[in-house]
């Protein structure tokens, strides 16, 4: 089961704008959306991002997604200390049929 | 208001048999499917496979297919994940979570469980 690849660290200082890359294959990001979790530390994982660029009912605008070809990627502006998490990219593997999840990148506000 | 609890901790030791629970609350359970997703210490997310509740139907990840088995009562809007014989790299923390749709663009998890976390040690 193949899986998403991301940095597996991003920072910046509050303010500033941190994007987080995710690059897959033509099978996971190349034929479907990405969606995008994020994860407080000792928390479940929560929607973010869904169907490449749309943000849940809640989703401050400052997160924003995007994705071309086999890549993705997730920008934060105005980065706060309350964004320090864990952020998934995930996506639907329509040649395995399985669901797919990034590596993982842990975001530090300086 | 739409939730997933999952059953508590669990500490058991190697070879022992486990299962452990899901049950949703708050909207029509047999209309959604049900996965569940893995995350060992310090690691990323992993997905072990899903159940429907309307049939009972379950997919795998090749990954963790014959390690586990997925299951469903949906008389009791509960699906579960159980282990014949545990092994010490099976300790996690288990999500469950609910997909929008089945496959596709549809498929992301709008709700989460709170996490079960599994240690198998002697």
């Known amino acids: 089961q193949s899986v998403l690849t991301q940095p597996p660290s991003a920072s910046g200082t509050p303010g500033q704008r941190v994007t987080i890359s995710c690059s897959g294959s033509?099978?996971?990001?190349?034929?479907?959306?990405v969606n995008w979790y994020q994860q407080l530390p000792g928390t479940a994982p929560k929607l973010l991002i869904y169907a490449d660029i749309q943000r849940p009912s809640g989703v401050p605008h400052r997160f924003s997604g995007s994705r071309s070809g086999t890549s993705a990627s997730l920008a934060i502006s105005g980065l706060q200390s309350a964004d320090e998490a864990e952020y998934h990219c995930a996506a639907w593997d329509g040649s395995q049929n399985v669901y797919v999840f990034g590596t993982g990148t842990k975001v530090t506000v300086l | 208001e739409v939730r997933l609890v999952q059953s508590g901790a669990e500490v058991k030791k190697p070879g022992e048999s486990l299962t452990i629970s899901c049950q949703g609350y708050?909207?029509?359970?047999?209309?959604?499917?049900i996965a569940w997703v893995r995350q060992m210490p310090g690691k990323g997310l992993e997905w072990m496979g899903r159940v429907d509740p309307s049939d009972s139907y379950v997919d795998y990840s090749p990954s963790f297919e014959g390690h586990v088995t997925i299951s469903v009562d949906e008389s009791i809007n509960t699906a579960f994940l159980q282990w014949s014989s545990l092994k010490a790299s099976d300790t996690a923390m288990y999500y469950c979570?609910?997909?929008?749709?089945?496959?596709?663009?549809?498929?992301?998890?709008?709700?989460w469980g709170q996490g079960t976390l599994v240690t198998v040690s002697s």
């Open positions: 979570a609910r997909p929008l749709g089945n496959s596709g663009y549809e498929y992301y998890f709008d709700y």
């Open positions: 033509s099978s996971d990001l190349g034929s479907n959306t």
């Open positions: 708050g909207y029509g359970f047999n209309g959604f499917w």
